[in-house]
């Protein structure tokens, strides 16, 4: 049995830049992380190489988008609990996503009680600053999906990932109840919304060197999102959220995203 579930969330940015050292930093912070469900984005895996099982080892069960890029690069989901299922959501939704594998990466995790079985989605929208049309759409799909797989057995369902947008984002508002898009509306919990109200918690910044862009329009763009249920709060609490990877170590920086990490239980009532 489990009261917690850990959830993370972390884009690594495949092997760019000085790799091993970034590789010691990261296989460090996991085992001190000790995560029970991981979302990685831009993860590298071929037929010769898993970055994810290089840094994570052997002790999760790994589920890996298949249409990836042309050098591997793609999402993937690290779970502690076995893996039921697993399925992707296309969003190739306009002409403009043709040359980048976005994708929503779904797993069914068997978690123990009184957790339980529940969704863990990986959302890996289009990442171009103008695409926000694309990331509608993509949320869309993606929650609709969603919903479909919930309708004959209700389950927890977590959103994790590089969503490329900030909260004042269509595509943000609509994955947290604030907008309808496309005749649908679903409502998540912002894990660091509700751990720190007050806060912004900026994951891709200026001040990390690895950064694409010496000013990116968006700031806060990695998310843990819970979905609500029908009495309007998560289905899982937050008990915690922080940010991971936010800092160098040794001068090393981990990659040029902090990720999230969240402490989720099964609310009182």
């Known amino acids: 049995m489990t009261d917690r579930l850990r959830v993370a969330t972390l884009n690594l940015w ?3 830049g000085d790799w091993p050292a970034r590789r010691r930093v990261l296989i460090a912070g996991f085992a001190r992380l000790d995560a029970d469900l991981v979302a990685f984005q831009e993860a590298i895996v071929t037929p010769e190489a898993d970055q994810v099982r290089r840094i994570l080892g052997d002790r999760y069960h790994l589920a890996h988008q298949k249409d990836r890029e042309s050098d591997g690069q793609g999402v993937s989901i690290a779970s502690r609990y076995p893996i039921a299922c697993v399925w992707e959501v296309g969003l190739a939704v306009t002409p403009r996503t043709a040359g980048f594998a976005a994708t929503t990466l779904v797993a069914e995790i068997d ?17 171009q ?3 926000e049309r694309e ?4 949320a869309v799909a993606a929650a609709r999906s969603l919903e479909e797989a919930i309708t004959q057995r209700r389950r927890h369902v977590v959103v994790a990932g590089d969503l490329d947008a900030d909260p004042d984002a269509a595509s943000i508002r609509f994955w947290t109840g604030r907008q309808s898009l496309e005749g649908t509306s679903v409502c998540y919990r912002d894990a660091w919304a509700s751990a720190h109200p007050t806060t912004p918690g900026h994951t891709f910044v200026p001040g990390n060197p690895l950064g694409a862009d010496w000013d990116w329009p968006f700031r806060r763009i990695d998310y843990l999102l819970v979905r609500c249920g029908q009495h309007g709060g998560p289905t899982l609490a937050v008990s915690s959220c922080e940010r ?26």
């Open 111 to 127: 978690a123990p009680p009184p957790v339980g079985p529940l969704l863990f989605a990986n959302h890996l929208p289009s990442w």
């Open 135 to 138: 990331r509608e759409l993509q």
């Open 129 to 131: 600053p103008d695409f």
């Open 244 to 269: 991971v990877f936010d800092e160098a170590v040794d001068g090393v920086w981990a990659s040029d995203h902090f990720g999230l990490r969240a402490d989720l239980t099964v609310p009182a009532r």
């Open 14 to 16: 495949g092997q760019r």
